[in-house]
């Protein structure tokens, strides 16, 4: 247990902030998610809105770092080309 000011508010702060984190975190995952659902449903219009919403959502947890820069960017790239591989 903390037994400084700085360190007690540092606790209660690091409280704060994972609860944030992890609806951030919660967020991006439902966004991945209905993209999921909307390519294995197969259908291409569905999929393409669902990636159109989950994009800047993804990036959004880039910049409060919930992902890595490069990760959000390869979810993106992987999730468009399967997105782009259903026309075919």
């Known amino acids: ?3 400084h ?3 007690k508010k540092r606790i209660r702060r ?3 902030r994972q609860e944030i ?3 951030r975190r919660s967020r991006v995952r439902t966004h991945l998610r209905k993209v999921e659902d909307a390519i294995s449903s197969g259908d291409q219009e569905a999929a393409r809105a669902a990636l159109r ?3 800047p959502e993804i990036m959004r ?3 409060a770092g919930i992902l890595r820069k490069n ?3 390869r979810k ?3 999730l468009s080309a399967r997105v782009k591989a259903m026309a075919g």
């Open 14 to 16: 690091n409280g704060r």
């Open 1 to 3: 247990m903390a037994h």
């Open 21 to 23: 984190n992890i609806a």
């Open 5 to 7: 000011k700085s360190a």
């Open 71 to 73: 990760t959000g960017s």
């Open 76 to 78: 993106i790239s992987r």
């Open 53 to 55: 919403a989950a994009e």
């Open 61 to 63: 947890g880039v910049n």
